[in-house]
């Protein structure tokens, strides 16, 4: 399903986006990422956060080396995935 958010454009990556976009439902964050970041995040974002795998294997989900952060859009399908989140 987040394959498929990233298809429609309904997601994105990168903490450093945060600030940027206005419509953010919720992110979901790689367990190993530095707790420097995970600081930085905390301080930007007040939404709901869930810590999902590691970075390495976030980022063979969409064929990148890692991803750290994802930033999931206010969309009926990231709907989905926040249920299955919160249903863990």
Do not use: C
């Amino acid at each position: 399903m987040l394959q498929l958010s990233y298809k429609a454009r309904k997601l994105t990556f990168g903490y450093e986006n945060i600030d940027r976009l206005k419509n953010i439902d919720f992110l979901i964050i790689a367990s190993d990422l530095s707790e420097n970041t995970k600081r930085h995040i905390l301080k930007r974002f007040k939404g709901e956060i869930f810590v999902y795998k590691t970075k390495h294997s976030l980022g063979a989900l969409f064929g990148k080396k890692e991803i750290g952060v994802i930033i999931l859009l206010k969309d009926k399908l990231n709907l989905q995935i926040k249920d299955y989140f919160k249903n863990q």
